[in-house]
Nanobody, 127 residues
Framework: QVQLMESGGGSVQAGGSLRLSCAAS????????MAWFRQFPGQEREGVAV??????????SSVKGRFTVSQDNAKTTLSVLTLQMSALQAEDTAMYYC??????????????????WGQGTQVAVSS
């Protein structure tokens, strides 16, 4: 089992930046993919960015060039994933979730392909 804990959400004005972090615990050696999703009220979770252990990264087109994911390079496992968000817009206001999957996953931005989820952290961007 893997547990995920997000941190770093909050409120910011449009054009500002926020940094989210996700820390995994438990059987972290099994994690091959870690991702960030977000959910707007009344909608399904949408993928923001995913990283594969070893460094392959994929971004949603809506955040490419504004958001950056990175891992804690001091660790040999993929267990800490950071989402640096810049040039935030009101449309980025959502609940942000961290997700993880083992080797049965892929570099996917589809929420149904992830087994492990954090509780989420709220991001609010005011215009």
């Amino acid at each position: 089992q893997v547990q995920l804990m997000e941190s770093g959400g909050g409120s910011v004005q449009a054009g500002g930046s926020l940094r989210l972090s996700c820390a995994a615990s438990g059987y972290i050696e099994s994690i091959v993919y870690m991702a960030w999703f977000r959910q707007f009220p009344g909608q399904e979770r949408e993928g923001v960015a995913v990283m594969r252990r070893g460094g392959t990264i994929r971004y949603a087109s809506s955040v490419k060039g504004r958001f950056t994911v990175s891992q804690d390079n001091a660790k040999t496992t993929l267990s800490v994933l950071t989402l640096q968000m810049s040039a935030l817009q009101a449309e980025d206001t959502a609940m942000y979730y961290c997700a993880a999957q083992d080797a049965r996953g892929s570099v996917s931005l589809v929420h149904t392909e992830y087994k492990y989820w954090g509780q989420g952290t709220q991001v609010a961007v005011s215009s």
